[in-house]
């Protein structure tokens, strides 16, 4: 029989063997994570397959790691993040024979992981401890921190992405996008509306973890208290509108990125509201006047990028993230362009927001 993908990792990591049991972690599209548990007691810990056609320098994931994580403590700062462990030698790394990377970080225990919510108070507090999390770190120079997938949330850079995708794209593919292609074409002012923020001096660089969503947030499994932000892989560099966007992109709507009810889709006012307070709780003696100015543009932006992203996927032939069907990439980018007209439409009527 084949062994396991972590067996090899696993073995390594814990010398002398022992009896484990092992639960697959379900959640992101990107990495693949694994809870181990000792038959005789002792901690658990999380070991985590690093996606390497997605992060090619897993390194570099750790040394930003290990970067927060020292500044923690150094600062003294009241921010709990899990604590990363190592493999003999000291190396926050391991390659397997597959040439497969993976990484330990301890397991926090007693702990629940939501995938949506539809109590204001709920967002409000995930929305805050993002912003907490940014705010801890604005006395530090984002960019000691390595850039690990380089234009990430350069939404300009992804129009321009989507564009090639276009180009390469097989002929039964465009057919099947050409009403969203329309779409996505029509909107290349928020490309635009990109570069004139990053472009001015009132949109500082900050220290952002660039895939806020709920799922990134571990409650307590008995209170439901926040206890932290997980998944920092793609902490860098960026700007304010990436974590408040992402988090009213994953939040705001009734349903989520692979709901095919398109028609069905709406904003909840009530959430999109929780979420703007939270942001601001933690973050408003931060942000610059032209930023809160523009408070509303962080939802346009991200919802319209990752609709580029999921189209350009397909287009691409499904290159990056998993998918469970063929058509996934266009369903979800489908569900991104409704969400973003129902989006704007909330906007215009309730705040005169338009850009
Ligand atoms: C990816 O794997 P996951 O779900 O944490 C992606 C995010 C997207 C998200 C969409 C490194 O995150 O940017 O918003 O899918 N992460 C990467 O579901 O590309
Ligand atoms: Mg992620």
Known sequence: MKEPAYQEALSAFVNPPCEFSVEAVSGGLINHSYKISKKQNGP?????QINRQVFPDPEKLQENYQLLCQYIKEKQLPFFIPAMDYFPGQRSVYTDREQRCWRVFSFVEKTRTLYSTDQPEQAAAVAETFARFTAAFSQMDSRRLHITIPGFHHVSNRFRQFRQALAGAS???LIKSGG??????????????????TESTAFPLRVMHHDAKISNVLFDAGSGKVICPV???TVMPGYFFSDLGDMIRSMAGTADENSRDFGGLEIRPAIYQAILKGYLEGMSDFLTPEEKKYIHAAGLLLVYMQALRFLADYLNNDVYYR??????????????LALLNKLEEFLADNYKFTC
């Open 44 to 48: 658990a810990f999380l070991l985590q």
């Open 171 to 173: 002929p039964q593919r």
């Open 323 to 336: 998918i469970s069907y063929p058509g996934h990439n266009l369903d979800r980018a489908g569900n991104q």
């Open 180 to 197: 969203l292609i329309r779409e996505l074409n029509d909107r290349e002012h928020y490309a635009q509306l990109y570069d004139a923020f």
């Open 231 to 233: 998944d920092f892989d």
